[in-house]
């Protein structure tokens, strides 16, 4: 599949696009919950978790209890679900997260969505009853996405497997230089011994030690360094300091820039946000499915 984004049958979509990118489309809904389910996909696995809820809704309302009210808030963003008067945030779901959204062909009132939490990482499935636009609010969620994901590919997405390549190769050139040390080390420790043995093994005054400024091939030693550099000895004198880097590299592997998802540049990322981009393309990657489906499947299922 070509697109992050799939849907049985083409619909035209319910916003501009600078509505959902600069702004956000409010609707109002009522919360039936969220429950955990095992796959991220798939019409069988939201019909069970839909059931599951609503029959928890009864008991509660046979209690007493109303459905609370939200306001759902959609754009490029995520969907945010908010108590309608405090406007305080219960829940805010990305995009990138969100893999699957149905709404009910029959009552025109139940829609569902899965989302993959950030925190657990586990797959939760939420149910709302939003007054006969649950078709309105699945297609919004799908312009959503379908804008998100393009916006992510302007913004620099489709390099991230470019930037895990050449982070790669920065981390083996790291490797190889400290081994490179380290052989160093070994081979001046080993004409040092070479030195120590002649002197010690020859006649007084027949041989002339060589010049600490030699090797034993009567060759300056190398040094990526300085040529005034001190050769180590093993007698506790530590080998020449590694060279500093630029300050660039000094901020970061890649360089440290506050992060927008959408307007992150061509340049290179520090690690914590180049592990969201890297989460922001498998989401997409996987894609949002849209589907309408049949959630009530008996006479006590066509009431919240």
């Given amino acids: 599949m070509n697109r992050a984004f799939s849907r049985k049958k083409d619909k035209t979509w319910m916003h501009t696009p600078e509505a959902l990118s600069k702004h956000y489309i409010p609707y109002n809904a009522k919360f039936l919950g969220s429950t955990e389910v095992e796959q991220p ?8 978790a839909v059931r599951k809820l609503k029959f928890a809704r009864h008991i509660k309302k046979s ?11 959609i754009s490029i963003y995520g969907v945010k679900i908010l108590e309608p008067k405090t406007k305080e945030v ?3 779901c990305q995009l990138h997260r969100i893999s699957f959204c149905a709404d009910d062909k029959t009552d025109k009132r139940i ?42 590919l302007e913004s620099g997405g489709k390099d991230v497997e470019t930037r895990k ?16 040390m380290e052989l160093k080390n070994k081979v001046q420790d080993l004409e040092n011994q070479l030195r120590i043995t002649q002197v010690s093994t020859s006649p007084a005054g027949s041989v002339t030690p060589k010049s600490p400024s030699t090797d034993i091939f009567d060759m300056i030693p190398f040094s990526p360094i300085s040529h005034q550099s001190s050769i180590p000895t093993r007698n506790g004198t530590q080998p020449p300091p590694v060279p500093s880097r630029s300050t660039e590299i000094k901020r970061d592997l890649f360089g440290a820039e506050p992060f927008d998802p ?13 592990s969201k981009l890297d989460e922001m393309q498998e989401g997409f990657k996987m894609g949002l499915t849209l589907e309408g489906t049949v959630f009530c499947l008996d006479p006590l299922d066509s009431r919240c």
């Fill in 41 to 48: 996909k798939g019409t069988e696995v939201v019909r069970d």
């Fill in 63 to 73: 209690e007493g209890q109303k459905i609370p009210k939200v306001e759902l808030q």
């Fill in 90 to 92: 219960q829940h805010n």
């Fill in 111 to 152: 829609f569902t969505f899965i989302c993959k939490d950030s925190e657990s990482n586990k797959h939760l499935c939420y149910v709302f009853d939003s007054e006969k636009c649950a078709e309105e609010i699945t297609l919004t969620i799908g312009q959503a996405f379908d804008l998100a994901y393009r916006k992510f």
């Fill in 165 to 180: 390549q050449i982070a790669g190769l920065q981390k083996r050139i790291q490797d190889l230089e400290t081994e490179n």
């Fill in 262 to 274: 959408f307007n992150c540049g061509a340049g290179d990322f520090p690690p914590d946000i180049q």
